[in-house]
Nanobody, 125 residues
Framework: QVQMVESGGGLVQAGGSLRLSCVAS????????MAWFRQAPGKEREFVAA????????RYADSVKGRFTISRDYAKITMYLQMNSLEPGDTAIYYC??????????????????WGQGTQVTVSS
């Protein structure tokens, strides 16, 4: 069964840290690229970070560069998003996503094949 499950969200004060996890079934975890997106209240879903199967070239939204780190642990079939120096503007539901093929560059959310159900992150000021 195709499945992606996020966890690790919660309430944190500005300046704090959280680590999100996305456990994926083996078939999905071998996908060419995996990513995190987020959707704030009243806004469209937006790209946060992406990591290819090689893990070499990782992409980040400008708004999170230097604060967030995306990674994949093949032994645990888990993708992570380490979020530091959190700001109220980071408040959103965070989703993990995966795509079977990838040839480089940035991909819109419509290009991703698999999605988790999301985990809420709330940053208080």
């Amino acid at each position: 069964q195709v499945q992606m499950v996020e966890s690790g969200g919660g309430l944190v004060q500005a300046g704090g840290s959280l680590r999100l996890s996305c456990v994926a079934s083996g078939r999905i975890f071998s996908s060419a690229v995996m990513a995190w997106f987020r959707q704030a209240p009243g806004k469209e879903r937006e790209f946060v970070a992406a990591i290819p199967r090689s893990g070499i070239v990782r992409r980040y939204a400008d708004s999170v560069k230097g604060r967030f780190t995306i990674s994949r642990d093949y032994a645990k079939i888990t993708m992570y998003l380490q979020m530091n120096s959190l700001e109220p503007g980071d408040t959103a539901i965070y989703y993990c996503a995966a795509r079977d093929t990838y040839y480089g560059g940035s991909l819109p959310e419509t290009d991703y094949d698999y999605w988790g159900q999301g985990t809420q992150v709330t940053v208080s000021s």
